[in-house]
């Protein structure tokens, strides 16, 4: 269901032999490994079955009730939700979709951009997906990876579109759609947190392409790490004033 190469997304030219043969950082870049995704996925995991053995169903545990996004104990203080909620799931089959999508797309966008770059866009998507999810339906207790999900499902389309990989951003525009219809036809599933968590991701992917093409000899790496920083900060405090609504 998508393309791959040894240096994960890459353009069409990037994908030719090359010319020459080197060692060191530049042939060490081309074959960077994944260990971001693999890491969030063994977080997720571990905090499910932490889940389990706090006892209650996956929906009424209770590290779903102290953790889990909702509007009115997050306007108490409980801020920390809207970043907990996004490493909580609601039963395994809610785990196991999430986990399989953070893997096909984070093993294709990491080793593309980079670790930092990555973990940037996954955490603002966390928090656009919680905005969103509070801003629909604050008084709701909503938990899961999906806002995460979609917005690096977003980000691969966006970052796949801007280096002409043609074929790659297709699939993933129909994986999308299709999702978005399951979003909207199955009960009991948060729109506001998958459409947010979809429009923060892609945002943060056109910000990560725009800095690419200026290049870091015209922009420093700082501050493309303060524009990450500052958009997840915004998406965060957005989430603090959506709860507020509760």
């Keep these: ?39 969030l996925i063994a977080i997720n ?11 209650g169903g996956a929906t009424s545990g209770q590290l779903v009730q102290d953790g889990g996004i909702f509007g009115p104990a997050i306007n108490d203080g409980d801020w920390y939700r809207i970043v907990t909620g996004g490493f909580l799931h609601a039963g395994p089959l809610h785990l196991l979709f999430n986990m399989y999508v953070l893997y096909v797309a984070g093993t294709l966008l990491e080793p593309g951009i980079g670790t930092p770059r990555f973990l940037a866009i996954y955490f603002i998507s966390l928090l656009s997906g919680s905005f969103g ?31 002409g990989i043609e074929g790659l951003a297709t699939q993933f525009g129909f994986f999308i759609v299709l999702n978005l219809v399951l979003t909207v036809s199955i009960p009991n599933i948060s729109i506001g947190g ?12 056109l910000i990560v392409l725009g800095f690419e093409r200026l ?17 997840a900060v915004g998406a965060g405090w957005a989430a603090m004033i959506a709860a507020g609504s509760a």
């Design 1 to 39: 269901m998508h393309d791959r190469s040894p240096g994960g997304m890459r353009c069409p030219e990037c994908s030719k032999p090359p010319t020459n043969v080197r060692s060191g950082a530049g042939a060490s870049s081309a074959r960077r490994t994944a260990y971001a995704t693999y890491a």
């Design 45 to 55: 995991v571990v905090v499910f079955i932490a889940e389990l053995g706090a006892g």
């Design 133 to 163: 999810a509070l801003l629909l339906d604050p008084n709701s207790l909503t938990v899961g990876a999906s806002g995460a999900i979609f917005g690096l499902m977003a980000a691969v389309l966006v970052v796949a579109r801007g280096r």
């Design 194 to 205: 998958h459409l947010g968590g979809l429009i923060g991701g892609a945002f943060a992917a």
């Design 215 to 231: 290049g870091s000899a015209r922009v420093g790496i700082g501050f493309e790490a303060g524009t990450l920083l500052m958009l």
